[in-house]
């Protein structure tokens, strides 16, 4: 059952709902919006999120284009990995490639987006045939590929290594996060968001976050803790995009600077004035627009090249 939260613009129609089987035999849950035939978007959310972080996106863009979305493994509908080895980027990658072969028909080209973990699972997929079949442009979002710890300015504390060991044991911290009230949404908008969010902003990315189950978001904070995706970001060679927010404390503008220098093919880097790390709910009209964009730009170049081939 789709968790798509409420909005000023009213509700989606019912979406369509399958599973795709991953290469360890993971069964990932994927959510299908909008016209068959329609231009295709991909979305893949971040650490601690589900499907329901893209609402805003979906439902503007499901008007006209086929959306796709899925819960990564341990989140929203799709289950936790049973074993350990389960959390790895390379898991990240193969859930990707399944979602793009169970959605996507032979040679059909998408618009790829992803938020934070979500962005850093286009880097980890960069090599993989499926991505490169379908992948005909990427958006990343507030996302880094390495030194993620390091960076993070979620501790008002001088760089270095106490920052860095107190940050990891923060992020990686097994206690549960409780319920939503003032105390916990306060909290969670100073570590994720702008000073400016909107209240019901911070409500809604609240209850996204403290549904995300323990186990996964703790298994999941050390995957991060150790990220290295640098040299998938050199081989992401297709045209990029990439947001961010200035007030971002958990992946500062830093790491999108510096994947804006390195992608092969890059095309802008947008800084999102006093917008936190949740840019998509943040600010959706600008994470939406770079989609349509991107959409608008480089699908119908990819389906010229295939009725010429035709």
């Known amino acids: 059952m789709s968790r798509l939260f409420g909005s000023r613009t009213g509700s989606l129609p019912h979406p369509q709902e399958l599973i795709a089987v991953s290469a360890d035999g993971a069964r990932v849950h994927v959510e299908v919006y909008g016209p068959e035939g329609a231009p295709a978007v991909v979305l893949a959310h971040g650490w601690t999120c589900s499907i329901a972080f893209w609402s805003e996106q979906i439902r503007d863009l499901a008007r ?12 929203g509908l799709t289950p936790a990995p049973a074993d350990p080895a389960g959390y790895s980027t390379r898991a990240l990658a193969d859930d990707l490639e399944a979602v793009l072969a169970a959605t996507l028909a032979p040679g059909e080209r998408a618009v790829l987006a992803g938020h934070s973990m979500g962005g850093m699972t286009l880097m980890a997929a960069a090599t993989r045939p499926a991505f490169r079949e379908h992948a005909a442009a990427a958006l990343l979002c507030s996302t880094g590929p390495s030194r993620l710890v390091a960076e993070s300015l ?15 044991a923060i992020l990686g911290a097994r206690a549960p996060l409780g319920p939503v009230n003032a105390v916990s949404r ?22 996204i976050v403290h549904a995300c189950p323990r186990r996964a978001r703790v298994a999941w904070s050390h995957v991060l803790g150790e990220l290295d995706l640098e040299a998938g970001v050199r081989e992401l060679e297709l045209p990029v995009a990439v947001i961010a927010g200035t007030a971002d404390r958990l992946t500062p503008p830093v790491h999108s600077r510096g994947l804006a220098a390195a992608l092969p093919q890059s095309v802008g880097l947008e800084e999102l004035a006093g917008m936190g790390h949740m840019t998509p709910v943040e600010a959706p009209e600008a994470v939406t627009a770079r989609i349509r964009a991107l959409v608008t730009t480089y699908l119908p170049v990819e389906q010229q090249k295939k009725e010429e081939v035709a």
């Not at 006209?64 to 990564?72: C, G, L, S």
């Open 154 to 168: 979620v501790l008002p504390l001088p760089a270095g290594g106490v920052r860095t060991r107190l940050t990891k």
């Open 186 to 207: 306060k909290i969670l908008k100073y570590a994720t968001m702008g000073p400016g969010s909107a209240p019901e902003r911070v409500d809604a990315c609240a209850r």
């Open 64 to 75: 006209d284009h086929r959306v796709i979305a899925y819960d990564q493994r341990g989140h």
